[in-house]
């Protein structure tokens, strides 16, 4: 079945950079948009940038210039660059497919997620 594990977060000073990475499995990864999703407590989580198969990009206008989302699909792994970090940058950062895998019954795979924490 899909697994993600997003790994490279962690406590970093405002201007400064981390590297998400995301390790998918269980599907054929390099037929599938894939996204990494942010949330902090008490608010929906918000698409921060996309990849699809044959490596078209978007990103939410609130990181375009400081993220980059990159993909090794030899590898089955998605990237997050993220540079210039800002405090509202903080935040629990998933990856998943773009739409999310929905597991039936109204519910999404969501992997644990990795915590960014940016202070000022």
């Known amino acids: 079945q899909v697994q993600l594990v997003e790994s490279g977060g962690g406590l970093v000073q405002a201007g400064g950079s981390l590297r998400l990475s995301c390790a998918a499995s269980?599907?054929?990864?390099?037929?599938?948009?894939m996204a990494w999703y942010r949330q902090t407590p008490g608010q929906q989580r918000e698409l921060v940038a996309t990849i699809s198969g044959s490596s078209r990009l978007n990103y939410a206008d609130s990181v375009k210039g400081r993220f980059t989302i990159s993909r090794d699909n030899a590898k089955n792994t998605v990237y997050l660059q993220m540079k210039s970090l800002k405090p509202e940058d903080t935040a629990v950062y998933y990856c998943?497919?773009?739409?999310?895998?929905?597991?039936?019954?109204?519910?999404?795979?969501w992997g644990q997620g990795t915590q960014v924490t940016v202070s000022s």
């Open positions: 269980g599907f054929i990864f390099r037929l599938h948009s």
């Open positions: 998943n497919a773009d739409p999310p895998f929905n597991i039936g019954g109204g519910n999404y795979y």
